[in-house]
């Protein structure tokens, strides 16, 4: 960006800028405030969220392992932290077309062990969270979506910009534009969950990534019901692997019963899949048919829907975390421990490691470095050692299929578990964009219609998420080349941009007698999920921000 660009936009000072509103960001900004109070001096920390309010964009299962939060703030009973249910009954199952065989819990490696954990919205979690560090003097400024990232004379970054509001799909200004506003700190803590616009920029230009392997992510589909009170059994938990998906597609189910008669239900499907006419949000929605699940479901009501890409790639996959001027933290750098399908703890501790850097570099006379002492932070704490244990659970899964895979990554954690696991780290091979094998090549999946009971279609299912965004601005899923969906994935892949969605924004539509095939892109269905930056395989969407605001508002998720 030049100097004369700089010059026209608003901008203010901090001296800690944090991108994203999540369990990572808000971690840092109170660790941030907690730091300064304790040694009396005086830092200014911002956090600035693309959602409509802290929560809009977050949705995870979840479980929550308690460990960083106890570390930040100890007293958090007191202080009324939504962690309300405890897990009080665990349970794994692996599913076949009717039926399903439980796996004994002492089968089971101890870090699978969800007891001493709690059943929560991390949405919810993540609300409070901000109260908690405004309340120590962060400031918190939602409807912020951070287009661009700041640069000094030397290449170092100096902060980040929003993007102009009140611009027309044709580019014009309208009677509404208001410019971008720049956020200048001496560090900057990206915190925007996994597949960030803006991480992923800097892990290119600052090739943060030339040592690790590629990253894996899986797309997680997840619905809230309200269910009948009989059949509610709060902090049972149960997890399931198998049906509906084939031996060499990974992935699995959860179920959790919250609070106040509701469970939450999602679907992770690996998005390392191979056959391009697999639809998650179709696999998702008859899984839910399997009468292990549809017994809590049938007579329920679903009141909430949402999609997010999770981070899968482990400690392998993990770039260099800290660039001249800043540092990844949490999913942005990708800290979820995958078996056991957690990954808050380790945003939490992560973005708290990453103030800390900030923090002592600060009281040092230091700025814009790449903070370096997070790094070795990092790798000296718990959260290295938690992943540590499980680098090659992902990378035997896929390379085995569902039953040797599980096998090998069980013996695997147990062997860790018992402090004498492999003395290698698998590499996970090819990005998940380049697995596909042609459709031709595949077998088709005749998928059941939506019976509009336990299973529904995508425009409902968009209605529930709350979606919205101002339908006159700029497409902010772009395209390299706007002839690739056509010419070149329609005939080789059958265009999977329409299945991997799991919201309907990418089609294909024809005239009435099937000719003259287009590619539309439906941009105001998009719940952020990242997807298709991810899996496409021509790599060709470039998943951008839209105006700040837009997108899901996820009430509980």
């Given at each position: 960006m030049s100097d004369t660009a700089s010059s026209e936009r608003e901008y203010m000072e901090y001296d800690v800028v944090i991108v994203g509103g999540g369990p990572a960001g808000l971690s840092a900004a109170i660790r941030l405030r907690q730091l300064c109070i304790e040694h009396d001096v005086e830092l200014s920390v911002c956090v600035l969220e693309k959602g409509s309010e802290i929560g809009a964009h977050i949705l995870s299962g979840a479980v929550m392992d308690p460990i960083a939060l106890n570390e930040?703030?100890?007293?958090?009973?007191?202080?009324?932290?939504?962690?309300?249910?405890?897990?009080?009954?665990?349970?794994?199952y692996m599913l076949g077309p009717a039926g399903a065989l439980r796996l004994p819990n002492f089968m089971l490696p101890p870090l699978m062990n969800n007891h001493g954990n709690y059943v929560v919205s991390l949405g919810n979690v993540c609300r409070w969270l901000?109260?908690?560090?405004?309340?120590?003097?962060?400031?918190?400024?939602?409807?912020?979506?951070?287009?661009?990232?700041?640069?000094?004379?030397?290449?170092s970054v100096r902060g980040v910009a929003t993007g102009d509001m009140g611009i027309s799909k044709d580019g014009e200004q309208k009677d509404t534009f208001t410019p971008g506003f720049e956020l200048r700190g001496k560090y900057t803590l990206i915190a925007?969950?996994?597949?960030?616009?803006?991480?992923?920029?800097?892990?290119?230009?600052?090739?943060?990534?030339?040592?690790?392997?590629?990253?894996k992510f899986g797309i997680g589909i997840k619905e809230i019901w309200d269910i009948d009170p009989e059949k509610h059994k709060p902090g049972l938990v149960m997890h399931s692997f198998g049906w509906p998906l084939d031996n060499s597609t990974g992935g699995g189910s959860f179920l959790y019963h919250m609070e106040n008669n509701q469970v939450s239900i999602g679907f992770v499907i690996h998005l390392n899949y191979q056959n391009p006419h697999v639809s998650p949000f179709d696999e998702f929605q008859r899984f839910k048919h399997h009468p292990v699940i549809k017994q809590y479901l049938e007579g329920g009501r679903r009141v909430s829907y949402g999609a997010r890409a999770i981070t899968e790639g482990g400690l392998q996959s993990i770039p260099k975390l800290a660039f001249p001027g800043g540092a990844l933290v949490g999913c942005s750098a990708g800290f979820v421990n995958v078996p056991r399908i957690k990954g808050?703890?380790?945003?939490?501790?992560?973005?708290?490691?990453?103030?800390?850097?900030?923090?002592?570099?600060?009281?040092?006379?230091?700025s814009y470095d790449d903070g370096a002492d997070y790094e070795a932070q990092f790798r000296s704490s718990w959260v290295y050692k938690d992943l540590h244990r499980v680098r090659n659970a992902k990378p035997l899964w896929s390379k085995f299929g569902l039953i040797p895979g599980m096998a090998l990554f069980g013996a695997d954690l147990w062997m860790n578990n018992l402090r004498i696991g492999l003395p290698?780290?698998?590499?996970?091979?090819?990005?998940?964009?380049?697995?596909?094998?042609?459709?031709?090549?595949?077998?088709?999946?005749d998928y059941p219609k939506p019976d509009g009971v336990l299973s529904f279609d995508k425009p409902s299912s968009v209605y529930l998420s709350a979606t919205n965004h101002e339908e006159d601005q700029p497409c902010h899923l772009r395209l390299k080349d706007p002839s690739i969906p056509?010419?070149?994935?329609?005939?080789?892949?059958d265009e999977p941009a329409q299945r991997y969605c799991p919201v309907g924004v990418y089609e294909v539509v024809r005239d009435e007698d099937g000719s003259n095939p287009r590619f539309q892109i439906n941009a105001?269905?998009?719940?952020?999920?990242?997807?298709?930056?991810?899996?496409d395989p021509s790599q060709n969407i470039n998943w951008t921000v839209p105006e700040g605001g837009g997108g899901p508002n996820y009430p509980n998720m």
């Open positions: 930040l703030i100890p007293d958090w009973k007191e202080k009324g932290a939504p962690l309300n249910t405890p897990v009080v009954d665990d349970r794994f901000g109260e908690q560090a405004e309340a120590l003097g962060a400031e918190i400024y939602p409807g912020f979506a951070c287009a661009e990232v700041l640069y000094n004379d030397d290449g925007e969950g996994a597949r960030g616009s803006l991480a992923k920029q800097l892990i290119d230009r600052f090739e943060l990534d030339k040592d690790s392997d590629c990253p808050s703890h380790n945003a939490m501790k992560t973005g708290m490691l990453g103030a800390e850097a900030v923090f002592e570099a600060l009281q040092a006379g230091r290698f780290t698998l590499k996970h091979g090819k990005p998940d964009s380049a697995t596909l094998k042609p459709a031709d090549k595949c077998k088709k999946i056509i010419s070149v994935n329609l005939p080789k892949f105001q269905n998009c719940v952020h999920c990242k997807t298709c930056d991810i899996k």
